[in-house]
């Protein structure tokens, strides 16, 4: 009878145990996600965010000169979908513990490889993959640490962190014409006999942003041989130009704008105009 109340006790002990542990309730610092595309890159920010609480915050809740986990609760990690440079400095495609070492006039960003890990407990320096030296700056109070992405383009963005009153921002580049030319060749190489549309947009981003004009000029005659429309002859039209070619162009833009049905005034009325320059040279 003993040994069956001890069963029993334990038994119970153990559901307690259980619905304990199935609790849904908020942490402290709570979980935030933040991501930025760039380009063809995403890059993605998860973390903890502690409040100031009426704290001390630097040089005191957070030392100077040791390493930190930037946040609270499991170290934050960066995420970065292709092989990124971080204040010029190159690192791969992957997810980072992302710690820093706290400084009064200099801080130093660490990507650290072993992104799983609580805190900054067991951080090892060998694993870390790079190391940059910022400046931090004086911001407006910001109670919840934060992080943001600033003066996001195609080929960069800032990543900022502020808590307290301090922000300290670390610059992210990207070689976007690279990587989405090299996506364009690879799409063009598998090209389905009727699409037309993947060469032309990728005409149309080399154009738009100074990639190889001859390439582009192959890739819009694809996409014309498989079926001539407004869009991917006036795009024609335009490289042609930037080439040089300005008789080319004229020609190409008139077969163009003999086929005007369903497109918008303004796109006609743009093509015009550009055939007008480029006759006058």
Known sequence: MKSLKILLLSAILCIGSSAIAQVALPRVSQNATVTQAVGVTDITITYSRPG???????GQLVPYDKVWRTGANEAITISFSTDVKVEGQSL???KYALMTIPGQTEWTVIFNKTSDQWGAFEYKPEADVLRVKVKPTATSQQE???FSFENPTVESTDVVLRWEKVQVTFAVQV???AKATANCRSAIASLKSDDFRTPSNCA????NNKGDLNEALQWIDKSVSVKERFGNLSTKARIQAALGK???AVA???KALTLTQDVPAE????????MQQWGNH
């Open 52 to 58: 100031v609480k009426n704290r001390v915050i630097w």
């Open 92 to 94: 791969p495609a992957g």
């Open 144 to 146: 919840w640490m934060e």
């Open 175 to 177: 070689d976007t014409l």
């Open 204 to 207: 149309q981003f080399a154009l």
């Open 246 to 248: 300005n008789a080319d």
């Open 252 to 254: 190409t833009a008139k």
């Open 267 to 274: 796109d006609i009325d743009g093509l015009k105009k550009e």
